[in-house]
């Protein structure tokens, strides 16, 4: 089955819902974990490092997973993947809700990994392969839409669960969830992707550890706050079998992720916008609470609930956002998102007093609704640049390599913040010339990033 076989307004709208109704909950279970991690401490009898490896250990799982998804969409009708994919997650979920130890919990978690990191790049090709070009930007402003309330919603339905429900609960309710879509997908999901069949390249595969070992280097340089000598060994490591991997990209006849798309002028800009922008995102949902906590003295709560007025903007524009790129174009949206984030970065930096909660709030909210006129925007912009049987590859690069250059914003974050107080001997994350440095860093970031928007060809197709 192809696009053209999902005309039918009605089918083609129950596609997209399931599809995106995956998407939402994985990306809310992702999200909304951290909230339960000292009730998972205290149940497992673990430490907050050994805890944190739910998360650091999921990112490395689902990095690994991500360029992979070419190949399984060009090889395997996309229905059986999206079953594979939500009945994966599910039993990663139920291992979870019974697991008697840290272990077992971290056997589910890497299970829900597996998914994640097949369907976030293949939703995403999947989307712009179903739409066409003229139409592109509206139906990923709503894929921006569903990721954006689930980063705002996933906190707070965790927060709101973890008060009536055991931890347990809030796992039994995303299995719930999976097992309605699972049977949804039955009926409408479709294959609707070309497919352009090869044999799974193992070596590829195996140098594909060098993207984990490098992820595990920078968030492990983030959290030490400096390189040991096994963590610089890892990284020459990593370094080499990266180096190998894109050499047989580029070599390959049928390679596992198609390199020669990064050729476009283009896709190499949205790459590093996408990339640039989910840095700030990120940067700010991290950095933010911190300040709130520690610059502010306000309580854990309120930190986390002020991070949710500019999560719901950055909802609410991205489908606006989307229709303005098709409309106007991309060139001008990503201007216009770029300058919002580097306005809002000035500001932070040259602001050198204590802001109070509102105006924090306020400029996020500029960043973040920058990052609406981006992120997506970026993602699309990519996708229209390259010929269709080359779009699954295409968005599995911007995938991985929003991952990459996200950990590494919050670990430069994180270390510049450490190193400036201790050089001014200050309490870790206390000192306001610490948040001071790590805005001015940012801010350099984003112009950089807003020169790249300025670089883009206004075309629709190359």
Not at 141 to 156: D, E, F, H, Q, T
Not at 195 to 207: M, Q
Not at 275 to 282: P, T
């Amino acid at each position: 089955m192809n696009k053209g076989e999902i005309k039918n307004s009605l089918a083609r709208k129950l596609f997209i819902i399931t599809l995106l109704s995956g998407t939402f909950t994985m990306s809310i279970s992702q999200s909304s974990l951290s909230t339960a991690y000292p009730t998972l401490m205290k149940f497992f009898g673990v430490t907050a490092p050994t805890i944190q490896w739910l998360t650091t250990g999921f990112m490395l799982i689902m990095c690994i997973m991500m360029p992979i998804s070419p190949w399984l969409l060009n090889n395997f009708s996309f229905k059986k993947i999206f079953l594979s994919v939500v009945s994966i997650f599910a039993l990663g979920t139920l291992i979870i809700i019974l697991a008697p130890n840290f272990p077992m919990a971290m056997l589910g978690r890497g299970l829900e990994a597996i998914g994640v990191g097949v369907l976030f790049p293949s939703f995403q090709s999947v989307l712009m392969t179903i739409t066409p070009q003229a139409k592109r930007g509206t139906t990923m402003g709503y894929a921006g839409l569903v990721m954006g309330s689930a980063l705002a919603s996933g906190p707070i339905i965790s927060g709101i669960v973890l008060n009536f429900l055991k931890w347990q609960g809030l796992f039994v309710i995303f299995l719930i969830i999976m097992v309605v879509i699972f049977i949804s997908a039955l009926f409408n999901i479709k294959d609707v992707m070309p497919r352009h069949k090869a044999n799974l390249d193992l070596i590829s595969t195996i140098y594909l550890f060098g993207l984990i070992g490098l992820l595990y280097v920078v968030n492990q340089a983030g959290s030490t706050h400096s390189l040991s000598t096994n963590l610089i060994i890892l990284l020459v490591i990593s370094l080499i079998l990266t180096v190998l991997f894109i050499h047989r990209q580029l070599t390959k006849e049928k390679p596992l992720l198609d390199l020669k798309v990064m050729k476009n002028f283009n896709f190499d800009l949205a790459v590093l916008l996408t990339g640039f922008s989910y840095i700030s995102l990120i940067v700010v949902t991290i950095i933010y609470p911190l300040y709130y906590q520690n610059i502010l003295h306000v309580s854990v709560l309120a930190s986390g609930l002020a991070l949710v007025p500019p999560a719901i903007v950055l909802s609410i524009l991205n489908p606006l956002t989307g229709t303005l790129a098709d409309k106007i174009g991309f060139k001008a949206t990503l201007i216009s998102g770029m300058s919002m984030i580097v306005v809002g970065w000035f500001l932070l930096f040259a602001l050198h007093t204590k802001l109070a909660m509102f105006p924090m709030i306020l400029i996020a909210i500029l960043i973040e609704g920058g990052n609406a006129f981006v992120m997506m925007p970026a993602t699309t912009l990519g996708g229209n640049s390259l010929s269709e049987d080359l779009i699954p590859h295409g968005t599995a690069i911007i995938t991985t390599v929003r991952q990459l250059l996200g950990s590494l914003g919050v670990s430069l974050a994180t270390l510049i913040l450490v190193t400036t107080n201790q050089k001014h001997n200050l309490p870790a994350n206390n000192g306001l010339i610490g948040f001071q440095n790590v805005f001015g860093f940012f801010f350099f970031m984003a112009v950089i990033g807003f020169v790249f928007a300025l670089l883009i060809k206004n075309k629709k197709k190359n």
